[in-house]
């Protein structure tokens, strides 16, 4: 394969990898899966830098990519806590709990009537404690921790 | 040894100020007039010493004796003025303090009654809760007081003059808590104001003429570089001083100054509100010290005032009407401590009269006066004191009296008091006062003096108004034959006749209202008003001890500084006053035996007046005081003329009315623009304010649909380079 359809496929896969995750971005209002979808547009520009870097034959694409990574990385953690806090405040990963952060005197949006969601299992999956034979409460197991 | 004489004296009140701030609310506090006493005693007694010491060199250097030292430069500026010569001249402050004659005895002064006040009012502030700041802003201006009095430059002077008129303020507020003693500190402030006003003014003008503010001369190697305003280069006449108009300046400048601080009409209003203050603070600023500054000044700078008949008279006519003024208001209050205020002004109005004389009888007259004061007007304080102390801080004398058997050491003590300002033989009143009378009438008839001297058998008992005339033009063609050169001087003499009349009829006005004040107080049923309590009492020894010694002084020392004219010649060798001008004036010493008589018998006439009226029943007055006649000029007798009413509708209202329309200017017009260039970004943003909805999905899809059309214009406008 010549160097320049290779170019053209992976760009071409990194426009679709950005372009879902914008539309993601768009259109969800879980935050764990704008989160997810902001990191996949990151992914598909990573991709078509690395591209690009080996069209070049230049090691700065390569080098940028690590340095996305690493910031991504940091990122992930940072927003990740946040979502986390978010959500204990406001008991759940809608987005659209959080309008009360508008401009004063702003009407709020309102959905329309969303179905409830199906009531999913509630055991969480949980680590084993190590050596011991674990106190089974059933309080604890079931409870969640989100 | 007089060197560090006069620099010890202002420094222990400075410490025990310096100490009472530091460790008087934690340390001291109830203690703090130990420190006080103590170092104004200390200054006392170096006072004495200084004394004593000027009166030494006096005899043996002659006439004009002055001793400066000089502490450390203050400033130096080389070249601040080219004067008319061409020649530049240096601006040299140092700090320098003077020993001469007017100075040890202001310092004697000064510090003897603050001591005694600091004593009675250790009794009298006991349990106050400022007792510690009390004696802190006292030592203060003690410090402030002897260094005005004895700094040798007219910057100085000025710096000392403001600090004297800032613990007067302090202390004046010094209950602050009452609106009535935070206003009487502000009053006496910004009229103060007024006055310090013109005497910088007058300093200026002072530097631009005489290129110094020095009072000596600066001399270093035995050459003098720079001569002093009164440095003995000019006094002895190898300098000029400055005539005509700008002298009449200068003066007219000075004497503003003197007027602000000395309570002189138009100035006066302040002393009587200033008695909201501690009556300790009375007694020694508002009575014997502080306002004294005034007179003190003027004759310091009697060379100034000599080069300006103008002024001179100006100066006469000032303290005349003062004095005729005062006696007229305290005729008629009701509360015993403006009485004496009131009296204070005249009294001082009095001493002005007699510098006003431009004689060196006269000079010495007010000095002699001022100093004679000093005792009896802080002993009637002090004794006012004692009553309101006992009264539980009453001091309206409608609601007390016949307290003679109550407070029998306050009683004999401000009789001594009132018989020394009404002038009766052999207090102290009765010398100063007949001083400034005979100083007074020797400038209205000039003739009569050396008739007096020549012709003893005088007619002692001559009604001074029908000679008037008579003695007017005799003595202008003696003197136009004497002195040729001073003709203009004799155009006043009219004016002088008159201001004597009115210090005759003012002296009647302090016997009668003295008097009045006093039976009031003391004779009449026993009254004690509700505030006292049930235990209405004399005074502590602490209090009643420093009345019964200011009591001795104001009986004995009129008498003992008249002996041999002794104070006259100790005064008269200081430099101001010990210059050839001078001595060609009439030379003080000549008592006369006809004014002493005749103003004896207007002080007994006053006496007995007050007791026709006031003793006993009081029926004579109430039926005086509903005639048609006389209700009117009673009404504004006790209304003080109206002159604080004046005042607000003439100066207060209209600089509050201007005021008002700088308040609004300020507010609408340069508030208005600053706040105008802040409401610009607000009310653009107000439009993109309500793009913050709060939904992150709006915000993601405007930054897309922003970029998009970044990208298409991109496309559009640059060809997508």
């Not at chain 2, 005539?243 to 007027?259: E, N, R």
Request: hydrophobic share 50%.
């Amino acid at each position: 394969m010549s160097e320049t359809a290779l170019l053209q496929n992976y760009l071409l896969v990194g426009s679709i990898l950005f372009a879902l995750g914008l539309t993601g971005f768009l259109i969800r209002r879980n935050l764990i899966v704008m989160f997810l979808c902001a990191e996949m547009m990151l992914q598909g520009v990573s991709l078509s830098l690395i591209a690009w870097g080996r069209y070049h034959n230049d090691w700065s694409g390569q080098m940028l990519v690590i340095f996305i990574i690493t910031v991504a990385a940091c990122e992930a953690g940072i927003a990740l806590a946040l979502v986390l806090a978010l959500c204990r405040k406001s008991g759940s990963l809608d987005i659209v709990n959080w309008q009360n952060v508008r401009e004063e005197g702003r009407m709020p949006y309102i959905d329309q009537e969303v179905p409830a969601e199906a009531m999913e299992s509630e055991a969480w999956p949980t680590l084993t404690p190590a050596g011991i034979e674990p106190a089974t409460d059933q309080q604890e197991l079931y409870r969640s921790n989100v | 040894m007089s060197d560090n004489l006069i620099i010890l004296i202002p420094f222990f009140p400075l410490l025990a100020a310096i100490l009472i701030a530091i460790l008087g609310p934690k340390l001291l506090k109830e203690n703090s007039h130990y420190v006080t006493v103590l170092a104004f005693a200390a200054s006392f007694v170096c006072s004495l010493m200084l004394f004593f010491s000027v009166q030494g060199q006096v005899v043996e250097e002659g006439t004009s004796f002055e001793s400066v030292t000089t502490l450390w430069t203050w400033a130096a500026v080389d070249n601040a003025m080219i004067d008319a010569d061409g020649h530049s001249v240096p601006f040299l402050i140092d700090v320098t303090l003077r020993s001469d004659a007017l100075t040890s005895i202001m310092l004697c002064m000064v510090t003897f009654i603050a001591t005694l006040v600091a004593i009675f009012g250790a009794g009298y502030m006991h349990g106050d809760r400022g007792y510690w700041r009390f004696f802190a802003y006292v030592s203060l201006f003690v410090f402030s007081m002897t260094m005005l009095v004895s700094v040798s430059n007219f910057l100085l002077l000025f710096v000392f003059w403001e600090a004297v008129g800032l613990c007067s303020y302090l202390l004046i507020g010094f209950w602050y808590h009452k609106p009535e003693a935070s206003a009487a500190g502000k009053k006496a402030f910004l009229v103060n104001r007024v006055g310090d006003f013109g005497f910088a003014l007058a300093i200026f003008l002072i530097w631009i003429n005489y290129g110094t503010l020095n009072f000596h001369d600066y001399v270093v190697d035995g050459q003098v570089i720079i001569p002093g305003v009164f440095g003995q280069m000019r006094l002895g006449g190898a300098l000029p001083y400055v005539q005509g108009g700008m002298a009449t300046a200068i003066c007219l400048l000075l004497m503003l100054g003197a007027c602000g601080k000395s309570a002189q009409f138009p100035l006066h209003v302040w002393l009587p509100d200033a008695m909201e203050g501690p009556t300790p603070v009375s007694a020694l600023i508002h009575a014997a010290t502080m306002v004294t500054a005034g007179v003190y000044m003027v004759t310091r700078c009697t060379p100034l005032f000599h080069a300006s008949p103008d002024a001179q008279v100006t100066v006469a006519c000032i303290g005349g009407f003062t004095a005729l003024l005062a006696g007229l208001i305290a005729l008629t209050q009701h509360d015993l401590k403006r009485v004496l205020a009131y009296s204070t002004v005249s009294q001082l109005g009095y001493m002005f009269l007699a510098l006003g004389t431009g004689s060196l009888a006269g000079i010495v007259a007010g000095m002699f006066h001022l100093f004679t004061h000093a005792f009896f007007k802080a002993l009637l304080f002090l004794g006012s004191g004692s009553v309101m102390h006992a009264m539980g801080n009453v001091i309206d004398m409608r609601r007390f009296g016949g307290l003679r058997h109550l407070m029998p050491w306050t009683f004999r003590t401000f009789l001594v008091g009132c018989l020394a300002l009404a002038g009766i033989f052999p207090f102290a009143g009765f010398w100063s006062k007949d001083a400034i009378l005979a100083s007074v009438h020797d400038r209205a008839y000039p003739g009569a003096h050396s008739h007096d001297s020549q012709d003893s058998e005088h007619d002692a008992d001559h009604d001074a108004d029908q000679d008037a005339d008579d003695h007017a033009t005799h003595s202008v063609a003696l003197l136009s034959a004497d002195h040729a050169g001073s003709n203009q001087a004799d155009s006043y003499t009219n004016i002088y006749v008159w201001l004597y009349r009115s210090a005759c009829f003012t002296a009647f006005l302090t016997a009668f209202y003295t008097f009045r004040a006093f039976f009031l107080t003391f004779y009449g049923p026993q009254v004690i008003p509700d505030e006292s309590g049930h235990h209405a009492h004399e005074s502590p020894p602490m209090m009643w001890i420093p009345l019964a010694i200011l009591a001795i002084f104001a009986f004995l020392i009129g008498f003992v500084s008249e002996l041999d004219h002794k104070f006259a010649h100790l005064l008269t060798s200081t430099p101001s006053l010990a210059f050839a001008g001078m001595h060609d004036t009439m030379q003080p010493g000549g008592f006369h035996m006809d004014i002493a008589i005749s103003s004896s018998i207007i002080a007994v006439l006053g006496i007995a007046l007050a007791a026709f009226l006031y003793l006993g029943h009081q029926r004579e007055v109430e039926a005086i005081s509903k005639l048609k006649l006389v209700a009117p000029l009673r009404a504004l007798s006790l209304n003080k003329f109206y002159l604080d009413e004046i005042y607000t509708w003439a100066v207060v209202k209209p600089l509050e009315f201007l005021g008002i329309i700088y308040f609004w200017l300020d507010r609408w017009l340069v508030d208005g623009l600053v706040n105008l260039i802040g409401k610009v970004p607000v009310a653009l943003g107000s439009g993109f304010r309500y793009l913050q909805t709060g939904l992150l999905p709006f915000y993601s899809l405007s930054m897309v649909v922003a970029m998009l059309i970044l990208l298409f214009l991109g496309q559009v406008l640059w060809g997508g380079g």
